[in-house]
């Protein structure tokens, strides 16, 4: 569990994760941590990246104001292989030169989004706020609505 801590300023080059990278078999729990002004440069993550094989719970964060240089996924880039629970979190002003500005899930079971504001992203070449969640396949639980892009959706 990585609780109440701050992650900010960090750049790489050509690895994934500006603020955070996190690779793990277990289960991952991020809360109340700000992840903010972070880059990445030819890669994904700007401010936040975790590939795991457990389920991933993202409660009560900021993440705000980081970059995917001539990359993708510049606020969250998630690839959980279980359960992705993601609620009460902030997602903004992050952007990325090709996709995902905002939030990148690929590879879950089961995802759970819930009370979270998830604004002002911009991928600069496709979807702005929320990429990945049309090719899942798997279950997608939500409030009524999802703003991906400029598009908005309704979810059963």
């Excluded at 590939?51 to 993440?63: A, E, P, S, V």
């Amino acid at each position: 569990m990585i609780d109440g801590l701050t992650f900010q300023n960090g750049n790489v080059i050509g690895t994934q994760g500006g603020g955070l990278a996190i690779r793990t078999d277990g289960n991952t729990l991020i809360t109340n941590c700000v992840i903010a002004n972070n880059q990445v440069t030819t890669s994904a993550g700007g401010g936040l990246f975790i590939y795991g094989q457990g389920d991933i719970t993202l409660n009560n964060n900021i993440i705000s104001n980081n970059n995917a240089l001539n990359g993708s996924n510049a606020g969250v880039s998630i690839s959980p292989r279980k359960t992705l629970i993601v609620s009460n979190n902030t997602i903004r002003d992050n952007i990325a030169t090709y996709s995902a500005g905002g939030f990148f899930v690929a590879d879950a079971e089961e995802i759970y989004l819930d009370n979270n504001i998830i604004i002002a992203n911009v991928g600069e070449d496709d979807a702005g706020a929320l990429q990945g969640l049309d090719d899942i396949g798997r279950d997608l639980v939500a409030g009524p609505r999802i703003t991906q892009g400029a598009e908005e959706k309704e979810v059963a």
